[in-house]
């Protein structure tokens, strides 16, 4: 069986991948908003990760033939760098860049251990293109695709690899609190004309997790978008 490690697990996009994958073993790492139970998942809150994905690992671990880690969590903020209060600014660096080094830095021994791992990191072409306001989400992006890149390419010769997911404008994706005007500018900037969707994330998760001989690749999900 495969354990899926998903850190940002209350993304409603994810409920179509869960339910494909509902007979392997999840482990969801959440901050604060506990996920809705099922079976087969194992919800730790962040803080207390190491601990108890070291004994829950010990007892699933005889079924575990590959781990996978989704990377998903993420904050954003809208306000100008200039007007984020120092509180503001280490939670947004906690969410989008500490934790990840954190969960990585505990599940890669297990990984080389089985010879078998893959990260795929959920970013977004915000690591390239920025606007007013995503001052530290961007920089965050960017990080993130940098750093799971490399990690690819250190651990590849023990059997982990590493895939960028980089995605355009999706459902519930930091366009709830846009006007009505706004949204319309971004509808004209896709070339399918939509929003992406579960169905479409799923199928880049796919996408990632069958690539055998790829490694620290960027699968770009962006419905077309113009940069222009």
Do not use: C, W
Not at 34 to 58: M, R, V
Not at 128 to 151: D, L, N, P, V
Not at 204 to 212: G, Q, R, S, V
């Amino acid at each position: 069986m495969k354990l899926y490690i998903v850190y940002g697990s209350e993304s409603l996009l994810l409920n179509k991948f869960y339910e494909e994958n509902k007979e392997n073993f999840f482990i969801r790492i959440y901050n604060n908003k506990i996920p809705e139970k099922k079976k087969n998942f194992f919800d730790i809150q962040i803080n207390n990760f190491e601990s108890d994905f070291n004994d829950l690992h010990k007892s699933i671990k005889k079924n575990i033939t590959k781990i996978i880690f989704l990377g998903v969590g993420f904050l954003a903020d809208s306000n100008l760098f200039f007007s984020l209060e120092k509180k503001e600014m280490n939670k947004l660096i906690n969410a989008n860049i500490s934790n990840y080094l954190f969960i990585t830095k505990i599940i890669l021994p297990v990984m080389v251990k089985i010879s078998s791992g893959k990260f795929i990191y959920l970013s977004s072409f915000r690591s390239q293109i920025s606007t007013r306001g995503t001052a530290i989400y961007s920089a965050s992006k960017a990080f993130g695709e940098s750093f799971f890149k490399t990690i690819g390419q250190e651990y590849a010769r023990f059997g982990i690899t590493s895939h960028i997911i980089r995605m355009g404008y999706f459902e519930g994706r930091l366009l709830h609190n846009l006007t009505e005007e706004r949204r319309l500018k971004i509808f004209k900037k896709i070339s399918m004309g939509r929003l992406g969707d579960a169905n479409d994330l799923l199928s880049a998760i796919k996408t990632a997790e069958n690539l055998d001989y790829n490694n620290s690749g960027i699968i770009e999900m962006n419905g077309g978008l113009d940069f222009e």
